[in-house]
């Protein structure tokens, strides 16, 4: 469900205190030779026009303020890894500080995590005291154990949820069978999932038809270990950025020759 008729942006979740967002790419030839950013690229860096996208951004500050009482958006610089910025207590700073989470235990204070294929996940409670969190999440990261570490910030949670928005699927993203075996070696020595490495290869791997590869399942990686957490994973079904014609891939546009891709973002807020 869409929030508005001029922002692309669309309502993921929302009950009487959490609204979860998630933008697309807008009216986009995502796959012809010309159009590279469409009509809602939120990334400042992408070579897309600052000023374009600091109006965009405006846009979206005032879509969402028409259903939650907020003056501003967080913003961070992504860099896959796993730093966790607590907005309420870290130093503020005019820059987009490098992180791939952010977190909040006050209401009304708005985070944003872009994305053009990595998995977006927000956690809330269902408590009003109850922190928020916004975290980006790739490969890099779930190795990392960004989610972990996210909900570890957050605290004791009430009956925690999370929302898994649009990010590419396994059809879509193939990696080197070298590098998936790592994925699951990592993930399971840090006990990120309750399974052996062998078990999970066989839950998120499947082969593919190119010698060395095979295709590998970040959402149920980053479902398994939301759950491993005990956190409830409410998304039922999550689109394909690879596939879908109005959400960006990075994956999607570097296979079709383009120089730059723009970014969604998912925005969550407890107000």
Sequence with gaps: ?????????????????????????????????????????LGLHVKDNPTAVLTRRAQLLDAI???????????????????????????????????????????????????????PVAIFGQSQDDGIACIHAGWQGLVNGIIAKSYAKLGVLSAPKAIIGA????????????????????VTAQSLVNMTSSALYDAIIIPSADDGKVNIDIVKLARLELEHLGIDVVSESVP????????????????????????????????
């Design 167 to 186: 990010c590419i699927s396994q059809g879509s993203y193939q990696i080197d069978e070298v590098l998936a075996k790592r994925i699951c070696d990592e």
């Design 65 to 119: 303020s028409h259903h939650a009482p907020i003056t501003a958006i967080h913003w961070l610089n992504q860099v896959h890894g796993d730093t966790v910025l607590d907005i309420d207590t870290d130093t503020p700073s005019l820059q987009a500080v490098s992180a791939d989470a952010l977190i909040t235990k006050s209401s009304n204070r708005a985070l944003a995590i872009m994305t053009a294929d990595c998995v």
């Design 1 to 41: 469900m869409q929030i508005t008729d001029t922002v692309p942006v669309c309502v993921l979740y929302q009950d009487d205190t959490v609204l979860v967002v998630q933008t697309q790419a807008g009216a986009f030839d995502k796959f012809g030779d010309t159009d590279i950013y469409g009509d809602f690229n």
């Design 240 to 271: 394909c950025s690879y596939l879908e014609p109005n959400l960006y891939s990075y994956r999607a546009q570097t296979h079709a020759g383009k120089s730059a891709t723009g970014r969604m973002a998912m925005v969550v807020v407890r107000h």
